[in-house]
């Protein structure tokens, strides 16, 4: 990239920062210390301000930048993240948010110790939101760090480390100062400046090709190479029966993990009423398909008008698509509009990345303090201030979510997220749904549920394609692949399910009919709610 693409988007990268730090600042003046406003910004937010949040959080580099790398790297099969991401939230509107707005008071573990042995069911599902939290984690970091190799010309690989560095250090200033309320104001402004990016860019693409969108996949097509098969199923999970069984396990990651998701539940503690949760996630699900219906069109729009050749060679995981995809748009390399829209975009998704990680890295750091170290912590022992813990646990997770994102760089980030999902499909999910719906459960369902499906997850995931065996792998020089598919979903989400309830059947503790009964009063009405 040229100096003036190099100054123009830094500066822009600047001017964001320092307006999230001056919010970050504003907040931590005006905060009273207590768990409620860390955790939950003192459920003072309206429903269009947390759906805006809830966009602003979900909306992510993976949507950003690894789902349309993806469309224009591999054309149709690209677009099952897309799908995916959009369908999981009925999910979240149907099955979740009022109840789980409605039981809990800041974490997944909250709504599940309502009716169980807490300690246990809290060290579990406390271990599992970290689990995922990370995950979650690394994909941005990894963004962040294509993002700032391309603005730098992608020949410096210190800088990406320092990009990643830097990110980490950055949202653990804007978690441990100003807590859920600054977190949330970030989200907000990265959802407007993230939809009005994509609107733009989208209009771009459009006006270039006339508003012929079958002229646009034509295009894309046969700037492929793949002719029509680009358009059709099978050019990335259609080559042999493992390459479909990985579309499926994908598309049930997606479709279930969002309900699983730490930071997304943590949202619907935000605001004042169940009522209000449910108003947030449909304002959430307007924001958030119109974007994933955009992202389609800069996926097809990038591989007909950079291709994806040019695409492959910048970021073999299609990383920067978008940006390269802007800069073309704006008149290419060395013309002015192409420095500002490339510039824009870059920073939007600059942007895009810290408000995801401040949102990701609070969630985890409550999980930490509100569950493990209020459950793991001596009887008598000298306690400290959850709060304290919450904000020493950022730091944390920080420095671990950063080593695995310099490990990981080279990854798509969308497919990193996709591992995410997985895992909170089959770890919360299955103890979230059976706590919320079955009369029967126990403690020992639980606890079995969170670990039967976390620890499959996991070890699939070392044992695959992604971690070894393959050029791709995190570790290409040796090969310890024992599981053929790269998303583990499919076997591990029924795990999870199924351990849940194994765990039940063979327990010897009644289930408590009293606590279900409150549960459900609660949960349906309101009644006695945080």
């Not at 950003?64 to 149709?76: E, H, K, M, R, V």
Request: proline content about 3%; hydrophobic content about 55%.
């Amino acid at each position: 990239m040229t100096d003036d693409h190099q100054s123009l988007a830094l500066l822009l990268f600047s001017v964001f920062i320092a307006v999230t730090l001056g919010i970050t600042t504003w907040v931590s003046r005006n905060r009273h210390g207590s768990a409620e406003e860390f955790y939950a910004g003192g459920r003072l937010f309206s429903p269009i301000e947390n759906g805006f949040a809830i966009a602003g959080d979900y909306m992510s580099a993976a949507s950003f930048l690894g789902i349309s790398g993806l469309i224009a790297l591999f054309g149709y099969d690209g677009l099952l993240y897309s799908v995916g991401f959009l369908v999981a939230w009925l999910v979240v509107l149907f099955l979740v948010a009022e109840l789980v707005r409605n039981c809990g008071r800041f974490t997944l573990a909250d709504v599940v110790a309502a009716r169980m042995r807490e300690r246990p069911v809290r060290i579990a599902a406390g271990t599992s939101s970290v689990t995922v939290s990370v995950l979650y984690l690394v994909a941005q970091m990894v963004g962040a760090g294509s993002l700032v190799a391309l603005l730098l010309g992608g020949t410096s690989g210190a800088a990406q480390s320092w990009t990643v560095i830097g990110v980490g250090a950055l949202m653990v200033i804007y978690v441990s100062l100003g807590g859920m309320r600054a977190t949330t104001w970030i989200q907000i402004v990265k959802a407007v400046l993230l939809m009005g990016g994509a609107i733009t860019l989208t209009v771009l693409v459009l006006v270039r090709f006339h508003g012929d969108f079958d002229q646009l996949l034509r295009s894309a097509a046969e700037r492929s190479g793949h002719g029509d098969a680009f358009l059709a199923p099978g050019l990335k999970y259609g080559e042999d029966w493992t390459a479909r069984l990985d579309f499926i396990s994908l598309g049930l990651a997606l479709v279930l993990g969002t309900a699983g998701l730490p930071h997304i539940l943590s949202r619907f503690y935000t605001v004042p009423t169940a009522r209000a949760a449910r108003r947030s996630v449909v304002w959430a699900i307007g924001l958030i398909g119109s974007f994933y219906l955009m992202t389609i069109v800069l996926g097809f729009g990038a591989a007909a008008i950079v291709g994806p050749d040019e695409v492959r060679d910048s970021n073999a995981a299609g990383n920067t698509a978008v940006p390269l995809l802007a800069l073309d748009l704006g008149g290419g390399a060395g013309s002015t509009g192409g420095t500002v829209l490339f510039a824009v975009v870059a920073a939007v998704a600059f942007a895009t990345i810290l408000a995801v990680v401040a949102g990701i890295t609070l969630a985890s750091s409550a999980s930490v303090a509100h569950d493990l170290y209020a459950s793991l912590r001596r009887r008598g022992a000298r306690l400290r201030s959850e709060v304290s813990v919450a904000r020493a646990a950022s730091v944390g997770i920080g420095v671990l979510a950063i080593a695995l994102g310099l490990l990981a760089r080279d990854l798509n980030v969308a497919f990193l997220v996709g591992l995410a999902f997985a895992v909170a499909a089959s770890a919360n999910l299955p103890v979230l749904l059976y706590s919320l719906f079955w009369r029967g459960f126990t403690t020992r369902g639980a606890v079995w549920a969170v670990y039967g499906g976390l620890i499959p997850a996991v070890a699939l995931v070392v044992l695959s394609p992604v971690v070894s065996g393959s050029p791709e792998s995190l570790f290409p020089g040796v090969d310890f692949q024992y599981f053929p598919l790269q998303n583990p979903g499919l076997v591990s989400i029924p795990l999870g399910f199924v351990a849940g309830w194994l765990g039940t059947v063979t327990s010897a503790e009644p289930p408590d009919e009293a606590k279900h009964a409150e549960t459900q009063v609660r949960s349906l009405t309101g009644a006695g709610a945080a």
